[in-house]
């Protein structure tokens, strides 16, 4: 009788999980989340899902499972990617927060989107003139799903520090210029001389920069320290619609090499 009574005892003060709080997910989706997801679940394009109205357990499993790698990415240029560096850096509580505001939300009606975030969108970089004469071209790497060649250049700055094994400093521009393939009459890439796809139509260029205070702006779960990104048209405009946030949240997990894929390949330039 007494041992059952000490039980009970136990039992009783046993701590209790704390219920999720759905103001404190509230607050977080709006610095990060919704730079993809929009603040209310509803995304803010067709290859990001909505996530209003999904159950909270859901939710929670799966943003678990990117951050223990049980759902993660099977190439470093899928999406998952996305939700592997942002999931890894989210608390059991941030989890179990944002899974209930989300959960709390009405469903998105049909076709509905959420605007990109301004802050988070805003870029410095600008097209670099010139970059023919003036930067290094350091690396190709042909792409199957996509049937695309690109050509990546760095600026001097970006090369010497590579070289001499620094951090890249400011005033650091990476470019790539991304081509279609050419094809044969089966569809299928014609390879060049070089080992890579033969270049055909030049589709856009994707860049990377940095310049003090570009990344203050910028919540820190997506932060590049002071790098910004951006894509150009082939007739060099800024491409519109770009969500730098996907371009930083895949990026950021390379902290420790400024950022950077293609670090390695950039230090053996030649
Ligand atoms: C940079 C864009 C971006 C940001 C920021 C982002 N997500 Fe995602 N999220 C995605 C993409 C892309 C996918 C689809 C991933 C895939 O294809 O596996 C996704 C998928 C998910 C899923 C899985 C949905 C499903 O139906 O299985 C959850 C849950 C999720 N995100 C939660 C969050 C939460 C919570 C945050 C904020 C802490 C967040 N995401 C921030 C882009 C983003
Ligand atoms: C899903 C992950 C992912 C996303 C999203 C992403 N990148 Fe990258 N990025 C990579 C990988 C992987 C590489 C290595 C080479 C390659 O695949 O082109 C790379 C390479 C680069 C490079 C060459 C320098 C380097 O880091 O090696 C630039 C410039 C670049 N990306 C710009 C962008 C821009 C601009 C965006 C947003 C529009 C973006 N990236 C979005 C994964 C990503």
Redesign the pocket.
Known sequence: MKKVLGLSIVLAVAPVAQAADVEAGKAKVATVCAACHGANGVSVSDTIPNLAAQRAGYLEAQLKAFKDGTRK?Q????????MNAIAAQLGTEDIANVAAYFASQPGAATGAKSALLPNVVKTG?TFPEGYKESFTKY?T?S?PATKQV?Y?Y?NKAAVAAAKAGKPLPDGSV???EVYAAKLDTGGKPVMGGDGFYMADKLVAY???AREAGWGKDIPDMLRNADWN???FTPDKQLRPG???A??????KP?DNVS?????K??AGAK
């Not at 950022?259 to 670090?263: D, K, M, Q, S, V």
């Open positions: 990415q190439a470093p240029t899928s999406p998952t990617a996305i970089v690396h790497i792409f690109r990546y760095a990476l470019f790539a994707t860049a990377m990104y951006a894509v770009v969500n730098q996907e371009c930083l949240a895949c990026h390379l950022y950077t894929f293609t670090l390949q950039l």
